[in-house]
C-alpha cells in the first residue's frame, strides 16, 4: 500500500472553503470554491485503503472510490480520472450533487472519532483537473454501427444511456421536450449547487461525440410514439416524474400555493435568461414575500435557499419530523440554517388560510410516536397545538409522482408498476414492448440523480444486448 495513505489519524477532515452566507445569499454561483491540488491529495490521503470499502458499496455507482483516492493522493491525476469516469459518466456533476453524507461518505469506516474522507469534493477536483488538462475528449467509437436507439428525455438517466450507447457505436437521438438538454440538472437543481455550464459542457461534448439531440421535440405532440418505435431498433423511456404531490388540505386550491418544481423552473428559467411571466409578474417570485415550504427532502431544500436568494422577507421550512429523520442532505439542511432559514420541526400543516389568496397556514405540533412496520417513527398531531404563519407563498415540496399510465404516449401496452411508474423486468430493463425500455424516476420513481446514472448505464448495457441478439436472429432467420 502506498505510504500517502491512512493519514486520517493525524490530519483532519476538511472540505473545500465556502463562502460566507452573508454574501452568498445575494446569488446563485455555487457557495463551494474547487480544492487546489495540494489540498485534495491531503484530503484524499486521509482514506485507510480498507478491505471492505463501505464507500464504494453504498455508492449506487459503486464507484472505485479508494483507488481514486489514492490515485490522486500520489498525484497520478489523470489516472485517477479514467478510474473515477470508467464507473460514472458525470463525476463533476456527482461531486457536486450528490448527497454523501447519506451515502459514501456516511458510510466511510474511519467516521467515528475521526469523520468520513472528503470524497465528493476530491471526485469533482480529480474531475474538473481532467476537464482543465484537456483529458476529457468527445466520444470516438472504434466503429460505427448501423442500428439506431431513440431516448425519450435528456435527464440524468438519458444522457448516461446516449453516452454509453454512442462509445459502442450506435447512432443515438435524444428527443426531449424542454429546449435545453439536462432535464432537472438544468431545471430543477439551483446554480448555487450546480452552475448550469457544467450541464452544459457536458451536452456539447456529447453533441461533438456524435449524439443527435432533437429539443422542443414531445413524443404525442411531434409525432407519435409508434412513429418513433419504427425509426430506431430501440427506444429507452427515461422522461422522469415531474407530477407534483398534492396536499388535501382546506384552502390548497388559493392563489399562492405552488408546486415546488413550478418554482424551482421559474428561478432557474430566469437565472438562465429566459423571459418569465410568472416570475416577472410575482406568480412565483419570492422577492418581499412570507414563503413557507412544506416537505424536508433535497427538493424543500432547494425550494427555501432559492427564496432566500430571491430575497424573501422570511422563510420557513415546515417538516413534520424532527432535524434526525430529515430524508435530504444534512449538509444541505445546515446551509439553509446559515442563510436564515427558519425550521418548524415536527410540525404540519393543517389548513392554508386567505380568500383568494394565501395570506398565512395554520400549522399543528406533532409527537413521533411507535415505528411503524418501516422503522420509522409514525407522526401523531398534537390537539390544541396550533399555530399561523404568515405567508405570501407557500410550496409544496413533497415529492414527485409519474404521469398518469397507461395513458403515457397513448401507449396502453405499457404496463404500471403500483406506484404509478412503468414497469419493467429488471434483469433485461425492458417494458411489456418489446424493444422499449425504461430507466430512471420514470421506472423507480423519484430519487437521486445518481440512481438515474446508475440506471441510464445499465439499460445502455440491455440495449446492446438486445440489438446485437436480434440481429443475430434476422442473420439466421435469413439463412
Not at 414575500?289 to 431544500?301: E, H, I, L, R, S
Request: charged letters at 25%; proline letters at 4%.
Amino acid at each position: 500500500m502506498s505510504s500517502k495513505m491512512l493519514k486520517f489519524v493525524n490530519t483532519e477532515k476538511a472540505m473545500p472553503k465556502k463562502r460566507n452566507a452573508e454574501t452568498r445569499k445575494f446569488d446563485f454561483d455555487e457557495i463551494y470554491a474547487e480544492f487546489s491540488e495540494q489540498k485534495a491529495e491531503e484530503q484524499a490521503s486521509r482514506c485507510s485503503q480498507c478491505g471492505v470499502p463501505f464507500c464504494q458499496v453504498n455508492c449506487p455507482l459503486h464507484n472505485n472510490i479508494p483507488d481514486w483516492l489514492m490515485l490522486t493522493a500520489e498525484g497520478r491525476m489523470q489516472e485517477a480520472y479514467e478510474v473515477s469516469s470508467a464507473t460514472n459518466t458525470f463525476p463533476e456533476i456527482c461531486g457536486r450533487i450528490c448527497p454523501q453524507d447519506r451515502l459514501c461518505e456516511g458510510n466511510c469506516v474511519i467516521e467515528k472519532g475521526f469523520e468520513s474522507v472528503t470524497i465528493g469534493a476530491v471526485e469533482r477536483h480529480i474531475t474538473e483537473t481532467a476537464f482543465d488538462n484537456g483529458w476529457v475528449k468527445p466520444i470516438a467509437p472504434r466503429e460505427e454501427k448501423e442500428q439506431s436507439v431513440g431516448i425519450i428525455g435528456a435527464g440524468p438517466a438519458g444522457l448516461a444511456a446516449a453516452d454509453l450507447l454512442r462509445r459502442k457505436g450506435y447512432q443515438v437521438v435524444v428527443y426531449d421536450r424542454y429546449d435545453r438538454a439536462g432535464g432537472l440538472l438544468i431545471y430543477g437543481i439551483p446554480g448555487f449547487k450546480l452552475e448550469k455550464e457544467i450541464v452544459t459542457r457536458r451536452y456539447e461534448l456529447l453533441e461533438l461525440g456524435g449524439v443527435s439531440f432533437r429539443l422542443n421535440c414531445e413524443i404525442g405532440r411531434d409525432f407519435s410514439f409508434d412513429e418513433l418505435r419504427a425509426k430506431h431498433d430501440a427506444v429507452l423511456i427515461a422522461t422522469g416524474v415531474y407530477k407534483a404531490r398534492d396536499i388535501s388540505l382546506p384552502g390548497s386550491e388559493l392563489n399562492g400555493v405552488v408546486p415546488a418544481l413550478d418554482f424551482l423552473i421559474a428561478s432557474n428559467r430566469k437565472s438562465l435568461g429566459d423571459m418569465v411571466p410568472a416570475f416577472d409578474d410575482g406568480t412565483l417570485n419570492a422577492d418581499g414575500k412570507n414563503v413557507v415550504v412544506v416537505g424536508g427532502g433535497d427538493t424543500a431544500m432547494d425550494c427555501v435557499r432559492t427564496a432566500i436568494r430571491q430575497n424573501a422577507n422570511s422563510v420557513t421550512c415546515l417538516y413534520r419530523r424532527d432535524k434526525a429523520n430529515m430524508p435530504g442532505s444534512q449538509r444541505e439542511v445546515q446551509n439553509a440554517e446559515e442563510e436564515g432559514v427558519n425550521f418548524q420541526w415536527l410540525s404540519a400543516p393543517s389548513q392554508f388560510l386567505g380568500q383568494d389568496k394565501i395570506t398565512s397556514v395554520q400549522a399543528q405540533r406533532i409527537h413521533l410516536g411507535q415505528p411503524d412496520s418501516t422503522g420509522r417513527q409514525v407522526p401523531n398531531l398534537l390537539p390544541g397545538s396550533e399555530f399561523d404563519i404568515s405567508a405570501d407563498i407557500v410550496i409544496k415540496a413533497l415529492g414527485f409522482d409519474p404521469e398518469d399510465l397507461p395513458g403515457m404516449f397513448n401507449q396502453p401496452a405499457l404496463e404500471a408498476s403500483k406506484w404509478g411508474t412503468i414497469s419493467i423486468n429488471w434483469k433485461t430493463m425492458q417494458t411489456a414492448i418489446e424493444g422499449v425500455f425504461a430507466a430512471g424516476d420514470i421506472v423507480r420513481g423519484a430519487s437521486l440523480v445518481v440512481w438515474g446514472v446508475r440506471d441510464g448505464r445499465d439499460a445502455a448495457e440491455q440495449i446492446d444486448s438486445f440489438i446485437i441478439k436480434s440481429s443475430q436472429e434476422k442473420i439466421q432467420a435469413a439463412e
